[in-house]
């Protein structure tokens, strides 16, 4: 595979077939976090796979042209997805078993203790665990 002989259009072009799975296809083999990606000018890089206008997914082409300039085998490209990919889901796995351990901890001593969703300068924000869950007076976001 000789993504760095495509053009930006040919990217753009391949991104846009599927975004839902090019997208994070992209992201996993570029091996950037989120962080760089946003760093690097691409914002909030999966809300690209609901882009409707094409122009938008051109920085993400740009930059996988970049970084991705030499040929790859098909072996090295699945490799490298499907390992990034197995680390990002033990990352929330582990993740997800802290934040039990933490409710659970909390639960115990306060009884009302859960996830509460409010809306935060716009936008929809999870609190991991509040307590009491369905009116807060004490926040814990689990990291």
Partial sequence: MDFGKATSKDLVELISKDPEV????????????????????????????????????????????SLLAHPLRLETVL???????????????????AENEVCKAVRSRCGNVGKYVLLCGGKRREIDCAVPRDRPVVAINVR
């Fill in 79 to 97: 490799y490298k997805f499907y390992k990034n990919w197995e680390e990002h889901q033990r990352r929330h796995w582990r993740g997800r078993e």
């Fill in 22 to 65: 090019m997208v994070p296809f992209f992201v996993m083999i570029t091996g950037l976090s989120h962080r760089e990606l946003k760093r690097r000018g691409l914002g909030s890089v999966y809300s690209l796979r609901r882009a409707r206008d094409r122009e938008k997914l051109r920085p993400l082409a740009d930059l996988v042209r």
